[in-house]
């Protein structure tokens, strides 16, 4: 079945840098490549998402890039702020989700 | 508007109990899938309902069941509860069946003792 690695397991990163979390799947059928930001005691929240027919999607200081051929996609964060600290998903799928097993941001002050 | 509801948010069950937990999507929303999230996993597919039907199943066992109403609410149902199934339990809605937004509930914790 569909299987979705995701990197690193932990991303400490100082205020302001970048932060990068990298995925991988194996089915090249997907089509929709989304990331969830999950905050202690809520449900995730989608934050950006990609579809094949394009590479790369930006959105203020959030992209995602997306590679088919070598099927793996990355979410890139810009300038961290404090409040970027939480828990990120990966997901792929074209119906239900298959989803990494999450990357926890910590930015420090 | 309001976003996805689950309810109740907080549960405590006996192992061999059974229990069954509630999702109103957001309004307009057809499609409606549950999710089991272990503490420090991702989470995981248990069932996706769109027009009432069954869409999709995940790997979970038989004693997980769930359903969809006219009005598009949904409900999961687990029997003979085992420590293992002890997680929060996310409820998504989205507007179509693939490829789209899904927007998650705040979740329901589940506890087996």
């Known amino acids: 079945g569909e299987n979705v690695e995701q990197h690193p397991s932990t991303l400490s990163v100082q205020e302001g840098d970048s932060a990068v979390i990298k995925c991988t799947y194996s089915d090249s059928a997907s089509n929709y490549f989304p990331w969830y930001k999950q905050e202690l005691g809520k449900g995730p929240q989608l934050i950006i998402d990609i579809r094949s027919n394009v590479g790369e999607k930006k959105d203020q200081r959030i992209a995602v890039t997306l590679n088919k051929t070598a099927k793996h996609f990355s979410l890139h964060i810009t300038e961290t702020q404090p409040e970027d600290s939480a828990v990120y998903f990966c997901?792929?799928?074209?119906?239900?989700?298959?989803w990494g097993a999450g990357t926890k941001l910590i930015i420090k002050p | 508007d309001a976003g996805v509801t689950q309810s109740p948010t907080h549960l405590i069950k006996t192992r061999g109990q059974h229990v069954t937990l509630r999702c109103s999507p957001i309004s307009g929303h057809k499609s409606v899938s549950w999710y089991q999230q272990v503490l420090g996993q991702g989470p995981q597919f248990i069932f996706q309902y769109y027009e009432k039907e069954e869409r999709g199943r995940g790997n979970f066992p038989d004693r997980f069941s769930a359903r969809q109403f006219p009005n598009y609410s949904s409900e999961l149902n687990v029997n003979a509860l085992l420590l293992g199934d002890s997680a929060l339990y996310l409820c998504?809605?989205?507007?179509?069946?693939?490829?789209?937004?899904?927007?998650f509930g705040q979740g329901t914790r589940l506890t087996v003792v």
């Open positions: 998504a809605s989205s507007l179509l069946l693939m490829n789209t937004e899904a927007f």
């Open positions: 997901g792929t799928g074209n119906y239900q989700l298959i």
